[in-house]
């Protein structure tokens, strides 16, 4: 389960760009064909949190749908059912452009007042 490792370095990147103050939420962004379970990463999220500067922060994932570019009539298009082929001229010569990605989106943090 490499959400774990995930979520350390996530940890460890909040802790470095929150200038020391508390976080309240992160957002993270996931491609579906990422390999990363959502329902993992919050778990381990939620477990590792307690006692860093995310303590108390919410998760919220946007999930990345999966997206191609035709290497023949150059249109993008969402992947539907796991199939490859362009919609538009049925062409198998496409290229995946989203859907792999995973990063923090932005942070949050808590109002210092």
């Known amino acids: 389960m490499h959400e774990l490792s ?5 940890l460890d990147i909040c802790e470095k760009r929150s200038g020391g103050n508390q976080i309240s939420k992160i957002v993270v962004k996931i491609g579906k ?5 959502p329902h993992f990463l ?5 477990i590792f949190k307690e006692d860093t500067l ?3 922060a919410l998760m919220q994932i946007n999930l990345v749908d999966i997206k191609i570019r035709c290497n023949e009539c150059d249109k993008e298009s969402l992947v539907e059912n796991y199939d490859f082929h362009c ?3 049925k062409s198998s010569n496409t290229t995946q452009i989203a859907g792999q990605e995973m990063y923090i ?4 943090l808590k ?3």
């Open 33 to 37: 064909m990422s390999g990363i379970e």
């Open 54 to 56: 995310c303590s108390d």
């Open 6 to 10: 995930i979520v350390q370095s996530m």
């Open 42 to 46: 919050k778990e381990s999220f939620d």
């Open 87 to 89: 919609p538009n001229c």
């Open 111 to 113: 109002d210092s007042q």
């Open 105 to 108: 989106e932005y942070i949050e």
